[in-house]
């Protein structure tokens, strides 16, 4: 087998391919202008540096942040152990509170940062979500206490695809004086972000997830009033001292050139994306009745769908259907057997949670393909439950 | 044609490196999924961690991919606790990962001072850093003698091998270091990857947590398109050797030629074993800045120092570590060659040189030949 695979691709929460249009505003960056980006004296470099400036606005434009906010990274992981650690470890080091609270379902990065800072001296309150997956933001208010530094609270769940009530926790955050970090990895160029309105002080971006390449990623950091980090990567003192490291800059030029055709596409795609997911729900829903749905019916992104069957190995299901990509849990611990964590924290037992599956549509993603996964799928289903997957029937 | 001469800072990306990278920019798919698309770009990490392996002489299994070089050195330096020695010419990232680290001085021709270095090695030291070789000369640093005095005191070695990678022959086993960083983009390789190769047995505290990638060893999606990048880049770099070793021509000839221009010229680290590409040379009254910007004038690229403190007009920490004054290390610049440098670039870079020093009434009997 060689070359790409001609397989329906629904797994778009894992990774999503990058946008041609993306691809042709990088690629001369990589052989016809290729000065590093702090070699500023000459024209190379400066050619170079006027790039990042220029996709460090776009990115901003996106969360309605200012250019000087923006602090590129290697992608939203590190964006995410920056922001946590970063904030935690100032604030320890200076006396000013050790307590984080975070909530159950969030990525897996947000969680081990948390779990590094507490055999650092740091203590974790998580916060339990819903059966809808949403957090319980009354609990997440009793979590907060007067040594807490930091709230951390993911903008859209990865498997699931809720969006959280980020305003709602922005203003909590605000009003009892402690920052609020939301991994928005998920959520930037599918939902609209704010971080004025929202009041959000640290916001994680990740390029692979909205049609920029793997390797970049950004960390909103709000100037005023002032979210204060301790680096993690130190050095040249590039971005503003918070993350040292040349800047790749192909790579930041496709994440500022995602974040502008995001910036512009994302009410019309997210409308035909409601569209095929529903039409995806309903054939589902018509062929297997028993069919059940993760997470809140409405308040998840458009491109997102959970979904069980009763009685059901997703893993075979998944081995029984290889011309249709989809997942069991994030791409990031799908190596792993246990079932999903978040699918537990919504109150799923291991049955239900073991026979769920993530499908993830995107940009590309059509009517025919929808059709097409959707008979596949069920397929898949109904030869599983005739007894014998359907490669053995083969 | 403009003339590129700062190859340290930044190299073109090898064709090769950029076809691996389109292709694998072609190709969506998460090498953690385990559907088909999936699997595809894992196979494309593995080769890449084939390819970089055997660039350097390790197990593939020794090589954790990061960001670049910078994180690779944070990483390496911030994941033992217990006292650190590093060089005082090492470059910025590994000083600004343990700013607590004890300096190992270096003789004038900016190599590590063996005898120093084993009076420093105490009980409590764990790690030593010690770079391959420097960024702004070019000096290779005796790592496989320093390997042996940092084992013998029971201590770990890394080295820092990003500018060296590719610019000559190097094997992890026989220079001994428990760590070594590379980074892509200093080879032909795209920005924005790198790796830390570990010697087998060794498991260092991760830096990025999350997702169990690398082995648990680094978190985050892998950045499959760089790293097919550095994986093509390495192994080019690796046929391409014999080459980069026949650069120490062109670096001669300009060193011979602004010599001859201008006596007064000073080669930093010219006695010592130097990579084949870089020339360190100093001007007297001209800091490095305007050197720079002057021959930039000139269509000609250059540097002062690296390329991540300039901005800053700090002198180079590197000619202090080596003996030089202020001034001396003020007004130096920092010439690299690379696999796209050619005579003509040679050529055009002593002539502004030329243009440049005499200009400001200096070496006023070689005017007539510049002019």
Redesign the interface.
Known sequence: ?TG??T?I?L?HQ?????DPRV?DAM?PW??ET???A????????QQAADATEAARERVAALIGAQAREIVF??????S??LAIKGAVRFALRYGRGRHIVTVATE????L??C??LAEEGARVSVVGVGPDGLVDVPALADAIDDDTVLVSVMAVNNEIGVVQPLAEIGALCRARGVLFHTDAAQAAGKIALDVEAMQVDLLSI?G?KLYA????GALYVRRRPRARLLA???????ERGLR????????VVALGEACAIAHAETDREGARLLVLRTDLLERLRAAQPDLFLNGHGELRVPGNLNVGFPGIDAEAL?ADM?EV???TG???????VEPSYVLRALGLDDERAGASIRIGLGRFTTREEIATAAEMISAAVNAQRAGGSARAAE | MDTYLDHNATTPVRPEAAVAVADALARAGNPSSTHRFGRLTRRAVDDARETVADLVGAVPAGVVFTSGGTEANNWALRAFPGHVLVSAVEHDSVRGARTDAGRIPVDAEGVVVLDALADMLSEDVRLVSVMLANNETGVIQPIADIASIVHEHGALLHCDAVQAAGKIPLSMPELGADMLTLSAHKLGGPLGVGALVLRPGLDPEPLLRGGGQERRRRAGTENVPGIAGFGAAARIAAEHLPEAAQWAHLRDAIETQVRALCPDVRVHGADAARLPNTSCIGLPDLTGEFQVMSLDLAGVAVSAGSACSSGKIAPSHVLAAMGCDEDTARNAIRVSLGWTTTRDDVARFVEAWGRMASGQGRAQGERRSVA
């Open positions: 087998m790409a695979p397989a691709y797994d894992a990774t999503t391919p990058v691809l690629l990589f052989s290729f000065g590093n702090h070699s500023t004296q000459h024209a190379w470099g990274t290697s992608g939203a992981t590190e995410n152990n990525h897996k990065c947000v081990e940062a779990a590094a990740s692979h390449p793997k390797g970049v993690e990567i130190s050095g040249g003192g590039q040292s490291g040349t800047l790749a800059v192909p790579l998944m290889p990509a989809v997942s994030s791409a990031c611990t799908s190596a792993l």
